[in-house]
């Protein structure tokens, strides 16, 4: 069985509705009601497992496994979810997630990594509400990792 794309997020947003533990385990269940041809369902749900994890190793690990399935996700996976914006819209915030857990385990390597790689993504997102609260939150890790993350531009 796997899970129907358009009713992804609203499945999303009832399951982060939840308490805490209710919460984690609606999304570990739909996870379970996906499978390998659906990577961007599954990139997504893990998008939201890394918010509701219990630690930052979960967290790094959900975060990690979105950039992957995002990699793996099609065009046309992502315009029968409905994205705004595409798959390309999602990499930016993927790399902010994943940056600021490796920032907080302590890898500030790879938290620059990703806040170049996320700041090269941006390119995809208009210049409107949610691309500049992404585009903040890569500027506020830019800053929290030192002068070696600062922007190119600058």
């Not at 609203?10 to 609606?26: G, H, Y």
């Not at 099609?74 to 915030?93: H, Q, V």
């Not at 390597?109 to 992404?134: C, S, T």
């Amino acid at each position: 069985m796997s899970v129907a794309l358009e009713s992804l997020a609203a499945a999303i947003e009832r399951a982060l509705a939840q308490e805490p533990n209710p919460r984690r385990q609606m999304l570990l269940d739909l996870f379970a009601q996906t499978d390998e041809r659906q990577p961007l369902a599954r990139c997504v749900l893990a998008h939201a497992l890394a918010d509701v994890a219990d630690d930052l190793a979960q967290e790094r690990h959900w975060d990690e496994q979105a950039l992957v399935w995002a990699g793996q996700a099609s065009a046309e996976e992502a315009a029968t979810l409905g994205l705004p914006g595409g798959l390309a819209a999602l990499w930016p915030s993927l790399h902010l997630n994943a940056g600021d857990a490796a920032r907080r385990a302590g890898d500030i390597d790879a938290a620059r990594a990703h806040v170049v790689a996320g700041r090269a993504a941006m390119a995809a997102l208009p210049d409107e509400g949610y691309a500049r609260w992404v585009r903040s939150g890569l500027e506020r890790l830019a800053a929290q990792l030192g002068p070696a993350a600062a922007d190119p531009e600058d």
